[in-house]
């Protein structure tokens, strides 16, 4: 059972950068599928990127496709999210998280069975 540790969080003014990083406990990191989903305020966990575990294929949410890059890097456990000409509708409590195996679909928090506890991105205006 793996366990996620987010950080990189903070505030941003509008246009700014921010990386985050998701730290793995487990050594076979390389076999599990991992994504990235945000929460607002009042609003749903919604997904915003992910990447495969064996070909390393990426897959982005339309209101974040250009502006923000995840990658990951299987010998140091970490994923990462860069983060791109923020906008204040941006932010949100950002969350990593990881499934191993089966064919799922995934932009669904539902798909995902190991999560991190969070970390917070405020981008102002």
């Known amino acids: 059972q793996v366990q996620l540790a987010e950080s990189g969080g903070g505030l941003v003014q509008a246009g700014g950068s921010l990386r985050l990083s998701c730290a793995a406990s487990?050594?076979?990191?390389?076999?599990?599928?991992m994504g990235w989903f945000r929460q607002a305020p009042g609003k749903e966990r919604e997904f915003v990127a992910h990447i495969s575990q064996w070909s390393g294929s990426t897959f982005y949410a339309a209101s974040v496709e250009g502006r923000f890059t995840i990658s990951r890097d299987n010998t140091g456990k970490t994923l990462y999210l860069q983060m791109n000409s923020l906008k204040p509708e941006d932010t949100a409590v950002y969350y990593c998280a990881a499934y191993s195996y089966g064919v799922r679909l995934y932009n669904r928090v539902s798909s995902y069975d190991y999560w991190g506890q969070g970390t917070q991105v405020t981008v102002s205006s």
């Open positions: 487990e050594n076979t990191f390389n076999r599990y599928a």
